[in-house]
């Protein structure tokens, strides 16, 4: 059983970046001329014959996912396309187009953005990270759903999270519970990861502390993020003390024998057993939004270590039971929560209380236990879908559902409703402004870093998502024209105030 985990534990934690090295390995090793890139330019698309394109030759057929409600007898050339515009991210191999068989219907997918006019694309697909307003694919047809696959922090793209820009999206799968195809536990792998014996027990973490071992560890190199959390750990550095490893707020050297895998993600043995002696793990995500929870969070928990958390505003919901995490947002200065911490450090019953959950029936959410249960998706699970696939076949059945009801409706618009629109809204993802991570935005210096960074950000990608919006509305199929829109936008905007 260790042994399996052993293995399972650095690919959870490689996630999508992992599935996008596979990619290119593998793409790396096919010959250059069947390299799916450089498919085409806007000026190339009018030279290509639909149907040509996409030859039966091209795709290899897999039937993992077909489901017993999946009658769909089709052939390839009848069947409905996904384009991946982030091409990188296309979670199939090898090719860069292949059919796809879900619980109830098929499509084809594909990476090549040749198809990107035709008719027979329904659903273009998306990678939150990668989305670029100025490389959107214009004209938007009518007749074409967008699909956003976005489990990244919301730091990568704060476009997505304003109305005018996750409007523009008819489906989605976000770390937000509220979206279509929810990836709010992605970095949960399983109830067993929860339930993993402490890896120090207290009484060895009681005699590190004798020896000299800080309560608290904090250990992060990516330092300059919007939520800011360095200058909160700073302040609670006054009161309490802390081990900071990272390339942030550094005060230790990290042992030698670490050093090659001093990435605070990594799952490398050392590391977990190094990490694992500390009391209290300082968790603090780089961006702050509702069920946006990392391996941060889970990792001190798995470990039996307690994570002092900042990120999620609800992390409550998912927490195994009321008294398993300290969360930072409940203590109304960094020296209340320093107290609260020295309080526990002295008092073994009290802190012992908070890994009480590592006995099962002490874990009490039933939320948490009905979504581990129920998700379709799996994380490192060959029985499940992983998630990319399963999005992909979400779009694809919903797609196929929305064709069927417009034929419907098309054959007897007098007996029949036409299906409904169907968009996106900010419960899809709607991260909030970021705020410094101690004190009022108010008492900032004006050359503050985070002050001239993330708050510009912020505001300049609603300009981007109503730059978007409005090419889209004037049918422009040019995206170099957004900064031109935004200038209007501001104009018009100016002109109004007036
Ligand atoms: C998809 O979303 C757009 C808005 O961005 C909307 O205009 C369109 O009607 C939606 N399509 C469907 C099929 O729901
Ligand atoms: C939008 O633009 C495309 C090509 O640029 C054109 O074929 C189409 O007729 C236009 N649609 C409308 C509603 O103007």
């Known amino acids: ?39 085409l330019d806007a000026v190339d698309r009018g030279a290509f014959q639909p149907q040509s394109a996409l030859s039966e030759m091209e795709f290899a057929s897999i039937s993992s996912y077909r489901g017993p409600g999946n009658n769909d007898r089709r052939s390839n050339k009848e069947l409905p396309i996904l384009l991946w515009w982030s091409g990188g991210l296309f979670p199939h191999f ?10 109830i ?18 659903s273009i697909i998306f990678y939150g990270t990668d989305f670029r307003a ?7 047809l009518h007749h074409q759903t967008w699909a956003l696959f976005h489990e990244e922090s919301p730091m990568n793209n704060y476009l997505l999270s304003h109305g005018p820009g996750i409007r523009l999206f008819n489906y989605t799968a976000t770390f937000r519970r509220e979206s279509d195809y929810p990836l709010t536990l992605q970095w949960l792998p399983s109830l067993d990861y929860l339930l993993e014996p402490i890896a120090v027990s207290l009484e060895e973490k009681k005699r590190l502390r004798r020896e000299g071992l800080a309560p608290v560890l904090y250990m992060q190199s990516h330092c300059d993020v919007p939520s800011d959390r360095d200058r909160y750990v700073q302040e609670l550095m006054k009161y309490i003390e802390v081990d900071s490893y990272g390339k942030c707020l550094n005060n230790k050297p990290l042992p030698e024998y670490l050093e090659d895998t001093s990435t605070a993600t990594g799952e490398d043995p050392k590391f977990m057993n190094f990490v694992a002696r500390y009391k209290f793990h300082l968790a603090l995500e780089n961006g702050l939004c509702p069920d946006y929870m990392t391996e941060k969070l889970w990792r001190p928990l798995h470990q039996g ?8 505003f609800v992390v409550k919901d998912w927490m195994p039971n009321g008294h398993s995490a300290i969360i930072i947002e409940d203590f109304p200065t960094p020296k209340a929560l320093a107290d609260f911490l020295k309080f526990l450090d002295d008092n073994d019953d009290e802190y012992a209380k908070y890994i009480q959950f590592k006995n099962p029936s002490h874990i009490t959410n039933a939320q948490l236990l009905e979504t581990l249960e129920t998700r379709e998706w ?3 699970d060959m029985s499940k879908p992983n998630y990319l696939n399963g999005f992909e076949c979400y779009v694809c059945d919903q797609e196929n559902t929305r064709l069927a009801a417009e034929r419907v409706y098309k054959k007897a618009p007098k007996k029949n409703q036409p299906p409904q629109p169907k968009m996106a809204d900010n419960t899809h993802m709607g991260c ?3 705020s410094p991570g101690y004190g009022d935005v108010q008492d900032l210096p004006a050359d503050d870093g985070w002050l001239q960074i993330w708050p510009q950000d912020y505001w300049q990608s609603l300009d981007q998502a109503e730059g978007l919006e409005s090419l889209i509305r004037h049918n422009e199929s040019d995206p170099s024209l957004l900064w031109r829109h935004i200038q209007n936008i501001a104009v018009s905007r100016a002109r109004g105030k007036q």
Not at 107 to 116: A, D, E, G, H, P
Not at 305 to 312: D, F, I, K, N, T
């Open 105 to 122: 219907s098929s499509c084809l997918v594909t990476s090549n953005r040749k198809v990107q006019l035709y008719k027979r694309t329904a």
């Open 94 to 103: 090898p090719g860069d187009s292949e059919r796809i068989d879900c619980a």
């Open 1 to 39: 059983m260790m042994a399996v985990r052993g293995r399972l534990v650095p690919c959870v934690c490689l996630g999508v970046l992992g599935l996008l090295c596979w990619v290119w390995v593998s793409f790396a090793s096919l010959p250059d001329d069947e390299l799916p890139l450089g498919s």
């Open 134 to 140: 100025y490389e959107a694919p214009l004209p938007r």
């Open 378 to 380: 799996g994380v490192n």
């Open 432 to 434: 909030p402004l970021p």
């Open 305 to 312: 270590c307690v994570p002092v958390y900042r990120g999620s």
